[in-house]
């Protein structure tokens, strides 16, 4: 006979994650988006099913497997991933850290934009709804609201401002910049910004920080977060 598994730390509580770009259609060939692998997201979702979890990933074009074991909501826009995480909701926990284009162009064109021999059209940009914010302030916010901050500079000024801005109790904040390797790349650093202030963390794979963060998130569940 098998042996029953032992009931993970998370064992009985719903996640949500979100991962990945969104991608922003400008007409039906063309799209803004972003460098966004998905593989930190992704990482964060598969730990929290290990941890026994039940888990709604909620991502974005990625090249990326379906983690095993891991409930998988495909969105491409930025609305549709703020749909996705509501209809997901109520959750013990959410994570973040998808890539959300910021802004979408104010009318997608219905039909492929043509050169008109006058120059490039000007494409009007509106922005999207920051769904981080949205649901931290709703009225089915989980306990426990978990942020990214993809830096360039001035990573944790940043960061602290937007564990301000958005209302959320924990902001992972990492340095994106191109030297950093981070962005499509195996490896992250990030430090931890919460109100009880900065936990830098070293130099980590992607699957570390998510088995990292998870337990974290086990912890605080733990304490009637
Ligand atoms: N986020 C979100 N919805 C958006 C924009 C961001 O949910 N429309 C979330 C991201 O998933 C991340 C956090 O907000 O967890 C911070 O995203 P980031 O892009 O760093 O912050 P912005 O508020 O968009 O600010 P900026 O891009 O100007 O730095
Ligand atoms: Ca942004």
Redo the contacts with the bound molecule.
């Keep these: 006979a098998q042996l029953a598994p032992e009931p993970g730390p998370l064992k009985g509580r719903h996640i949500l994650v ?1 991962s990945g770009p969104t991608r922003e259609p400008i007409d039906p060939v063309r799209y803004i988006a972003n460098h966004s692998s998905g593989k930190q997201g992704h990482a964060i979702a598969a730990a929290a099913a290990a941890a026994g979890a039940r888990v709604t990933l909620v991502s974005g074009p990625v090249r990326l497997d379906d983690p095993d074991g891991v409930d998988v909501v495909h969105i491409e826009t ?1 609305r549709e991933m703020l749909a996705a995480c509501e209809a997901a909701l109520p959750a013990d926990a959410a994570v ?5 284009a ?1 802004w979408r162009v104010a009318r997608d064109a219905g039909q492929k934009i043509k050169k008109t021999g006058d120059g490039p059209p000007a494409l009007a940009l509106v922005e ?5 914010a949205t649901i931290s302030r709703s009225i089915s916010r989980p306990p426990l609201v978990i ?4 830096e360039t500079e001035h990573v944790l000024d ?1 960061a602290k401002a ?1 564990l301000k801005r ?1 209302g959320c109790d924990l902001i992972v904040a990492n340095d994106v910049s191109p030297e950093s390797g981070v962005m499509g790349g195996e490896r992250n650093r990030v430090h931890l910004v919460s109100a009880a202030g900065v936990e830098s963390w070293p130099d980590l794979s992607k699957d570390e920080v998510a088995r990292r963060l998870v337990a974290r998130i086990a912890a605080q569940l733990g304490e009637g977060a």
Excluded: E
């Excluded at 999207?128 to 981080?132: G, H, K, M, T, Y």
């Excluded at 942020?147 to 993809?150: C, N, P, T, V």
């Design positions: 979100t930025a973040f850290a998808a890539a959300v910021d999207n709804p920051d769904i981080l942020g990214f901050a993809a940043h937007k958005k």
